[in-house]
């Protein structure tokens, strides 16, 4: 039973990862009906913004100009950090909508995608010329907040995980609202609906489209800070590797449902871990992605995508 | 007839390129060695200690060497393999017949070496990894060589170690199954542990793919097993990961390593976790003595740091690469009987007193030495703790 709790734990941490990154893509998709390859790079852009914040701020604590008990220091850097590390990353990835997609607008979706990955790998060998293949991570102060585990039905739980999980579905759940609930989230549904005709109607494409790299990028940076707390080092291509497994997520959660791809993130946090958890290791991804692969095959859009509006474009 | 045009055209550029190509090195005054390091990618910090040790060679020897009576201009050319195993191989083929290098030292980790030793063995171009300790990367192949132990050895000596250090007879392994350095090492040491325990007395045996980052599905199987300790032979990167993440899932009891952790990168990132743990490797810095002590004195004041293995290593293998070509007594200028000279020249080396002990190569190429188990102080430097030799 705990080894069981223990490994609900795992996933859920892992989950809340893939699902921060998977929103951006979804969201992406959703509206310009476009693969966005560089967002896994705007997610390691996000995670070295927080890492250069937090140091900032860090630094101004110890230089005396915002003096406060360190307890208290520590969760208003961590706090701050997020905020300002979400609030710049959109704007990362407003820059790679104006930049890169934009002049291609009407180009073949081809093309798009394939200025994805140009963007990407620009992102990530500009990071290794400008600050180095050293790897980073985030201050050891900062890291070890709540790190200490505490024992729960046999399960050793850190209270930085059940942070970690709580703020990325808080985050979900904000996005979720706005896409519902606001004009401008019903101007995105309505592009995801019909991406032709809406335009027409007088919704000012560009400025949805910007909207949307922004909100999505801004969640990356969440988790880039999630992923610096959990798994402490940061280096050019950690965006690669999260992002492509999140791209999945993104896809197994289905078009432009904010909560779908949010669940679908959880989901496949825990088919990797569980395949590890019970069937021998070496099989993990082989399995893990067999079983996305299937999910796939049954409901080829997603779990909560709608079906496709009538002009597809890839 | 447009056709057969074409194709005397493209025969004739052929044969001029080759002419020009074949002219450039004739005249050979200088000697050019190349180094196959990861400077991007994965691990680098090794990369830089690689780069670091070869130039401070370079250094030391005023840039020319003297072979026969004769002075030579020595020139590094170094090409990074970002640490992968396909621009490794690139890079071994740019450097041995697109720089006409003499010799080429490196690549260091096992992943790289394995497959470039094959390219160098296959364009008959001597080759000494410093870092590479699995057993491939020689095995049939005249051309390569090594400057450090073997997987073979290492596997043993750790479970030894462990045997007579802590009295444990359960031990977990996690390990990365898609690089060939860990693997190997896991293996030989679960052969080395049974021998010495019984079958099954591996409780856990765990692994991952390269870049994975999240362990603790694997780390709670270990835990779950009843594991009394973990052997992880995995890099620096991965090692402050994976501790962290042992001790956060409630892990507490000892986590032992391989020649890979000792990097000088490994205390940044795993900082007070991996204070008390115990690795094997080829040299311990803190408490060295006589030629070693004044090599870490120079490198740290040079570069700001203390030199980890890898930068030992490279400096051994640079000195090795040195004797064999003045031990080969001239350079023709024809590079295919000075690179077989070399590699005869290196295979007759014996008792080389390196910085990292004393070496003499076996008919595959790799020398006979002693591996030292370090003990990561409380002020993080690798302390010596005891040796184990052959």
């Known amino acids: 039973m705990s080894f069981f709790l223990q490994q609900v734990v795992n996933a859920l941490q892992l989950g809340s990862v893939y699902a921060l990154i998977a929103v951006g893509y979804s969201m992406v998709y959703g509206v310009l009906m476009l693969f966005n390859f560089a967002h896994g790079d705007v997610f390691m852009v996000g995670a070295y913004l927080s890492f250069f914040i937090s140091t900032g701020l860090l630094a101004l604590g110890t230089m005396g100009v915002i003096a406060l008990p360190s307890g208290v220091m520590l969760g208003l850097v961590l706090v701050l950090t997020l905020l300002i590390a979400m609030f710049l990353n959109s704007f990362v990835g407003m820059a790679v909508e104006r930049i890169g997609y934009r002049p291609l607008r009407e180009a073949p979706r081809a093309s798009a995608a394939i200025t994805g990955l140009m963007i990407g790998i620009i992102l990530e060998t500009g990071n290794l010329i400008l600050l180095g293949a050293q790897r980073r991570k985030f201050s050891d102060d900062l890291i070890s907040i709540g790190a200490q585990p505490f024992q729960l039905a046999g399960a050793s739980i850190t209270p930085k995980t059940i942070g970690i999980v709580l703020v990325s579905i808080l985050l979900m759940l904000i996005l979720h609202l706005f896409v519902r609930r606001s004009r401008w989230g019903m101007a995105m549904r309505a592009m995801a609906y019909d991406y032709v005709v809406v335009p027409l109607m007088g919704v000012p494409i560009n400025t949805i489209a910007l909207l949307t790299f922004g909100l999505g990028s801004a969640l990356a940076a969440a988790g880039g800070i999630s992923y610096g707390l959990a798994y402490i080092v940061l280096d050019p291509y950690m965006g690669v590797r999260f992002g492509w497994k999140s791209f999945v997520a993104a896809i197994l959660g289905g078009r432009g449902s904010v909560l779908g791809v949010g669940l679908a993130g959880f989901l496949l946090g825990f088919i990797e871990i569980f395949v590890a958890a019970f069937l021998p290791s070496t099989l993990r991804d082989l399995i893990a992605f067999s079983i996305v692969l299937l999910i796939l095959t049954f409901r080829p859009h997603g779990f909560f995508g709608e079906p496709y509006s009538a002009q597809l474009r890839l | ?390």
């Open chain 2, 1 to 390: 007839m447009r056709r057969s045009d074409l194709f005397r055209f493209i025969a004739l550029l052929l044969i001029g390129a080759f002419l020009v190509g074949a002219c450039g090195p004739a005249t050979a005054k200088t000697i050019k060695i190349g180094v196959n390091a990861p400077l991007t990618g994965d691990i680098p910090k090794v990369g830089e200690g690689t780069k670091y040790a070869a130039e401070m060679w370079l250094e030391d020897i005023g840039g020319e060497l003297e072979v026969g009576g004769k002075k030579y201009k020595v020139e590094l050319v170094i090409e990074d393999n970002e640490s992968k195993a396909e621009s490794a191989v690139a890079a071994a083929t740019k450097l041995i017949t697109q720089d006409e290098v003499l010799i080429m030292i490196g690549p260091q980790a096992s992943k790289q070496a394995v497959p470039a030793g094959g390219k160098a063995n296959e364009l008959e171009t001597p080759m000494i990894s410093p870092w590479s300790t699995n057993p491939n990367t020689t095995l049939n192949r005249p051309w390569v060589f090594r400057a450090c132990f073997l997987d073979p050895f290492q596997g043993p000596v750790v479970a030894n170690f462990v045997t007579e250090e802590f009295g444990f007879t359960k031990a977990g392994v996690l390990y990365d199954i898609g690089s060939d350095y860990p693997k190997g090492l896991a293996e030989f040491f679960k052969q080395a542990w049974e021998k010495l325990h019984g079958a099954g007395s591996v409780v856990a045996y765990e692994s991952f793919s390269t870049g994975d980052v999240d362990f603790s599905a694997q780390l709670t199987k270990i835990k779950d097993s009843g594991a009394e300790f973990l052997f992880t032979p995995q890099y620096y990167n991965e090692v402050a990961l994976i501790v962290k993440q042992a001790h956060q899932l409630g892990w507490d009891k000892p986590i032992v390593g391989s020649d890979s952790w000792g990097s000088a990168e490994l205390m940044n990132l795993c900082g007070d976790d991996c204070k008390g743990l115990f690795f094997s490797t080829h040299y311990a810095a803190a408490g060295a003595t006589g030629a070693t002590k004044e090599f870490i004195d120079r490198y740290k004041a040079k570069y700001g740091y203390v030199p980890d293995d890898v930068g030992a290593l490279t400096w051994d293998a640079m000195r090795i690469a040195q004797k064999a070509i003045q031990n080969c007594g001239k350079i023709t200028g024809d590079i295919k009987a000075d690179r077989k000279c070399v590699r005869d020249a290196l295979a007759k080396i014996k008792d080389f007193d390196g910085i990292t002990g004393k070496m003499t190569f076996t008919e595959e190429g790799d020398p006979i030495k002693c591996a030292v188990i370090v003990k990561i102080s409380d002020s993080g430097e690798f302390e010596f703790y005891k040796q184990a030799c052959p």
